[in-house]
């Protein structure tokens, strides 16, 4: 039988849970026994070469590229996972839900104690920039998402756990010092 | 009409960054830059939040190497609570975040030259990019590999012990630290079983050292003459000079080596720094403001600050150092490929930094926190893996922040980067009309130099994943990309 699949992606996240990922330590020689890796930044693999069986999401949605890259994730793979608060909920960047964007824009460009310079009150606006959304999306009110592993980041040993349960079939062990975070 | 190169990450998304390079009908390049397409809005939205909430939140921006917006934020809110700058806290408390942010430094610099770099050095920057990779190099050569991943592993575990947490922890409060290092984790780190002890730590650091001297030796094509423009250089430096990722005064030197900001005190870093905002870019253009837009800018990281500094005041860096300026000929290096040299460095100075610390019985007893008079203002500045952070908060009488500017260390060298980038264009894109897998990857190769920090500025492990379209006006005549 080959290996199971596995795809991983950053949306509006911050890295966090991929470098989480990566604390699973000397087990990540394990995990490259178990599974293939397919389209993910650790193996820098950028397009869907097959059909995968897991996809780790981190980050919610917050410009439509995010929400391009999170339908093809869930078109590619038949199990997709919330790995991280901001991929559940939009996490830290879904602090700027309450504002108007635009005031986002303007503190960070124009009124900013470095910025004073900019006279011409330019703010970046460029075709080759992307659209940023009204607000910040969690993955599951834009696609169908099959779990949610929580934690910000989620500890290595529950992405560990998740993923051996899942190859394995085996029911997945969830001790609360696994689950706490903060 | 003129044509329109675009290099951007494959799915536009995992990037956050690209290329476009504009090309007249004679072929001559007239324009190039990185775009950056990331925007958070942080400075605005931690407005109203209380100001001991910073070093979680901010964090949060990059959980890469999440310690140093944590200490930096830290750092400001010293001023806040009257505990001054640096040197003002207890020992306990100033102790306890230098090995949090050496560990960081370690953990984030082993991430780069070994999950990173070395796949490049040992396959070649030309080899197929899927092979790139750790989990490439784990199946070739398992034992360099597996000396990266437990180097950032005991990187990793410093931060837990000094933080509470490796990745997003609560250890910095503002005017100090919420605990001791305990005797468990001290014992651990100093006499656990090999490999997890510093002496291995320091070892292997040596290694990596010696791995990169025999590369060069024969690949000076690579390291010495890949990419060379001359640049500015910024970073802070202890007061006598020496080497400090934590804490110390702002220093720059121009192109020739004269220092052009006498290290002065951070807290005045309005007086001297002053960003520029272009529309095609969310990432700002930072500059000397004495110098002005057009040469003010500079260079930050590990490069800068060996160019910056006089000396390192731990021995085995010390001797790794002088052997970095001698090759140098006393100036500064001006070549991007030199960062490795310079990160490889200061991974073994860290290591040395933290066995001093481990060996101190002050970070075990004492007063943890200090406070003096309430300020309502304040600037954290250090040295974080990728160069100068900067951070900047005003609060109001109700303890709510009321303003945070944020100058983030891949955004110090965001000139530096678009002219690698312009550099490279111009030798490999001039007269071709299609787009080569050389120039694919030398951009590649020119822009991971600087080692990105792809959550604060772009998001892709320091990898630049390239796809190329080019334009004659409107219309696309090539298209290719490197996977």
Redesign the interface.
């Known amino acids: 039988m080959s290996k199971p699949v596995v795809a991983t992606?950053?949306?509006?996240?911050?890295?966090?849970?991929?470098?989480?990922l990566?604390?699973i330590?000397?087990r990540?020689?394990d995990l490259?026994e178990l599974v293939e890796?397919n389209k993910s930044?650790?193996?820098?693999?950028?397009?869907f070469t097959k059909r995968c069986n897991i996809g780790l999401i981190e980050g919610g949605c917050?410009?439509s590229?995010?929400v391009?890259?999170l339908k093809?994730f869930r078109e590619h793979c038949d199990i997709l996972i919330s790995v991280g608060e901001c991929a559940i909920m939009g996490?830290?960047?879904a602090?700027?839900n309450?504002?108007p964007?635009r005031?986002?824009?303007?503190?960070?460009?124009i009124n900013?104690?470095?910025?004073?310079?900019?006279t011409g009150k330019?703010?970046?606006?460029?075709a080759?920039?992307?659209i940023?959304l009204d607000k910040v999306y969690p993955c599951h009110e834009v696609v169908k998402m099959d779990y949610h592993l929580p934690g910000?980041?989620p500890r290595?040993d529950l992405i560990w756990e998740a993923l051996v349960a899942l190859i394995t079939g085996n029911e997945m062990k969830l001790p609360y010092q696994v689950i706490k975070?903060? | 009409m003129g044509q329109k190169i675009t290099i951007e990450p494959v799915t536009r998304v995992e990037g956050h960054g690209k290329v476009t390079i504009h090309i007249d009908n004679n072929g001559n390049v007239t324009q190039t830059r990185l775009h950056i397409v990331e925007f958070r809005g942080f400075e605005r939205f931690v407005q109203g939040r209380p100001y001991w909430e910073a070093p979680v939140l901010v964090q949060r921006l990059c959980g890469i190497c999440p310690v140093s917006h944590h200490l930096a934020a830290a750092k400001a809110l010293d001023v806040i609570v009257g505990a001054g700058t640096g040197e003002g806290l207890t020992p306990a408390g100033e102790k306890m975040r230098r090995l949090m942010h050496y560990g960081q430094i370690f953990q984030s610099h082993s991430l780069h030259f070994f999950h990173l770099a070395s796949p490049d050095l040992l396959f070649g920057i030309d080899a197929d990019p899927q092979k790139r990779n750790i989990l490439s190099l784990a199946l070739e050569n398992k034992e360099l590999a597996v000396q990266g991943v437990m180097m950032r592993k005991f990187g990793q575990e410093i931060i837990e012990a000094t933080a509470g947490k490796k990745i997003h922890g609560t250890g910095a409060i503002p005017g100090g630290i919420n605990k001791h290092l305990s005797s468990f984790h001290k014992k651990r780190f100093l006499e656990g079983d090999s490999p997890m002890n510093i002496k291995t730590m320091i070892e292997w650091s040596v290694a990596a050292l010696e791995f990169f001297h025999d590369y060069h030796e024969k690949n000076k094509n690579i390291i010495d003459e890949f990419v060379e423009f001359p640049s500015s250089y910024l970073s802070l430096v202890r007061k006598d000079g020496a080497l400090d990722l934590y804490h110390g005064v702002l220093r720059a030197k121009d192109r020739d080596g004269n220092i052009i900001l006498h290290d002065v005190d951070y807290q005045d870093y309005l007086k001297y720094i002053d960003e520029e905002v272009r529309n095609w870019s969310y990432m700002k253009f930072p500059y000397l403001k004495e110098y002005g837009k057009e040469t003010g800018w500079y260079s930050v990281g590990p490069l800068a600050r060996l160019n910056n500094v006089d000396f390192i005041d731990t021995p085995l860096a010390q001797k790794e150092f002088e052997k970095f300026k001698s090759y140098n000929n006393g100036k500064l290096s001006h070549r991007p490929m030199h960062s490795h040299w310079a990160r490889l460095i200061e991974i073994l100075h860290s290591a040395e930094k933290m066995e001093e610390l481990l060996n101190d019985p002050d970070l075990m007893e004492g007063p943890l926190t200090k406070k003096g008079k309430k300020q309502s203002e304040g600037v954290g500045l250090l040295e974080a893996p990728r160069g100068t952070l900067f951070h900047h908060y005003k609060i109001n009488s109700y303890d709510q922040i009321e303003m945070c500017n944020l100058i983030v260390s891949t955004t110090n060298n965001n000139q530096p980067m678009n002219n690698a980038v312009n550099q490279v264009a111009v030798k490999m894109m001039t007269g071709k009309e299609e787009i080569s897998e050389a120039m694919m990857n030398a951009v590649e190769v020119a822009i991971r130099a600087y080692d990105p920090c792809l959550s604060c500025a772009t998001h892709a492990l320091g990898q630049m994943p390239l796809e190329i379209s080019l334009f004659k006006g409107d219309q696309l005549i090539d298209k290719k990309q490197n996977r």
């Open positions: 992606t950053s949306l509006a996240g911050c890295f966090g849970c991929h470098m989480s990566l604390d330590d000397e990540i020689l490259i890796f930044p650790i193996n820098d693999i950028k397009k917050c410009n590229e995010n391009h890259v093809d996490g830290l960047p602090m700027r309450g504002i964007i005031e986002c824009l303007e503190e960070a460009y900013g104690l470095t910025v004073q310079n900019n330019i703010i970046p606006n460029d080759e920039i992307p940023l910000c980041p290595a975070f903060d």
